[in-house]
């Protein structure tokens, strides 16, 4: 376990920061992209703080201590959450200013006690019982619309040809974009991880700034059209819930607009990756696939177990408010904190074999995937029927798919969103168990 705030604290450690740990750090890099959970085992056993200069950030990887940040939300500020890592260069502003972008913070930024009340009001139009009901069957039928498309070719990509896809829908669905809209919202949405927790080169950046200009002026058109014409789906809630009396000071139009930019962010490729995680585990521990496949109710646990394992969201920011200790090191205020969510998500003193992948661990919802406390992702139970009925329907339809041999993956290079950008596979359609599957 580790250590905790009645030791004494590693003031050392403080004032000379550079370990052998913090050398071997480079979250940008391939061979820690590919395996990031080896040097965290290191990093949780011998130096469970350090701090990184090249980040400028103290790297923090125990559960109890990532569990800390989290929850002392008087010594830890969210507001750096999703900040770029890397400063803007002019070519990304300009495209920024050519869409008039003012992003403005949204929740995930926000600390109390402004956070505290829109939470509430944006927990009640996104993720309402009614709401979630609504949007269960339309998961259900993409899904079933996407496996369609390529159950009787024996072979696809399931992140471009499904979990890309697939999220992005329910977002635009969730938000009432009109379905002659949604090609043209779809191109808008880019690999934005990058962006906002990775070093992309300039013309990457600038590229990445042009979408989300663009992406921008269309959720402007639609926050407005709603203004004039509010429906049934989430951005309409919202405004109900500015326009009832007593609420006026909770939103403005421009607070809408970016609750619609960064719902997608925090909507898309956060599921798009933990299914494509999942799907992989799944694929290369044979075992626990054809475990679900004979015994669909095991599909929630699996999920539990994939945000475990191989969770999207690894990594996520704090900036330290007030001096504060964590794994017996002082933090002065203004340090920044990187809480490694993924290695408290193998940290053994509370997931025993915890580098096991098992879709039956009686404790895999304990998992930090969607953060903690306060700002607790509020997009968790939508993330979690996603998944689940991506993993029916799949291991409904192909329970005989296996990976393409001898694939390499490929992940963004970023410190906090992880999954592979292709997963291919393959099958024999002849052999698909439900007969209108079948090639004729
Ligand atoms: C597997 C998929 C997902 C993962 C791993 C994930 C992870 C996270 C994490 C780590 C946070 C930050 C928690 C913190 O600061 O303590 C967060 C916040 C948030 N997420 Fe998710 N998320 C996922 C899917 C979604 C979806 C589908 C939506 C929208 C429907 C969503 C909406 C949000 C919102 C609105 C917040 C801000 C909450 C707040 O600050 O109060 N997320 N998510």
């Known amino acids: 376990m580790s250590s905790s705030l009645s030791e004494e604290p590693r003031t050392d450690a403080a004032r000379c920061p550079v370990s052998h740990l913090a050398e071997k750090f480079d979250p940008f890099n391939d061979p820690y992209l590919q395996d990031p959970y080896s040097l965290w085992q290191e990093a949780r056993q011998d130096e469970p703080v350090f701090y990184s200069p090249s980040l400028d950030y103290w790297i923090v990887s125990r559960y109890d201590d990532v569990r800390q940040i989290f929850m002392d939300t008087d ?41 505290t009340d829109r939470r509430k009001h944006i927990r009640d139009a996104l993720v309402s019982p009614a709401r979630i009901e609504q949007v269960r069957p339309r998961i259900r039928e993409f899904a079933n619309r996407y496996i369609d498309g390529f159950v009787q070719r024996g072979q696809a990509d399931l992140v471009t040809d499904f979990a890309w896809e697939i999220p992005a829908l329910v977002a635009f669905a969730l938000m009432g974009v ?37 992406y921008w002026t269309y959720a402007k058109e639609h926050v407005q059209r709603r203004l004039e014409e509010p429906t049934d789906d989430y951005i309409s809630e919202l ?17 809408l607009v970016t609750t619609m930019m960064n719902f997608l962010f925090a ?33 929630p646990n699996a999920v539990e177990e994939i945000l475990r394992y191989s969770s999207s969201v690894i990594a996520w920011r704090r900036e330290v408010v007030k001096d504060v200790v964590v794994g017996g090191v002082e933090l002065p205020a203004g340090s920044k904190v990187l809480a490694v969510t993924g290695s408290a998500n193998h940290d053994e003193s509370v997931f025993p074999d915890a580098e096991k992948f098992d879709i039956t661990r009686s404790n895999a919802k304990k998992h930090f995937a969607f953060g903690l406390g306060r700002h607790l992702c509020l997009g968790a139970a939508l993330a979690r029927i996603e ?21 390499d993956f490929a992940y963004s290079p970023n410190t906090s969103f992880r999954g592979p950008e292709h997963l291919r596979v393959e099958w024999d359609p002849s052999a698909n168990p439900i007969e209108a599957d079948r090639p004729s």
């Open 75 to 115: 010594s830890f500020s969210a507001s750096i959450s999703i900040t770029p890592l890397k400063e803007l260069c002019a070519a990304a502003i300009d495209e920024l200013v050519k869409a008039q972008m003012v992003m403005g913070p949204s929740l995930v930024n926000e600390d109390p006690p402004l956070h």
């Open 178 to 214: 009109p379905d002659e809209d949604v090609e043209r919202a779809k191109e808008y949405s880019g690999r934005l991880a990058l962006f906002t927790w990775g070093y992309p080169s300039e013309e990457e950046q600038t590229q990445l700034a042009a979408g989300m200009g663009q």
């Open 239 to 255: 405004i109900r819930a500015w326009r009832t009396p007593g609420n006026e000071e909770l939103f403005d139009e421009n607070y």
């Open 267 to 299: 909507g898309h490729e956060t599921t798009t990756n933990a299914t494509a995680n999942g799907l992989r585990a799944l694929m290369e521990n044979r075992d626990q696939w054809d475990a679900l496949c004979a015994d669909p109710s095991l599909a």
């Open 387 to 407: 998944m689940q009925i991506f993993l029916e329907e799949l291991s409904r339809r192909l329970p005989h798919m296996r990976l393409v041999a001898g694939q």
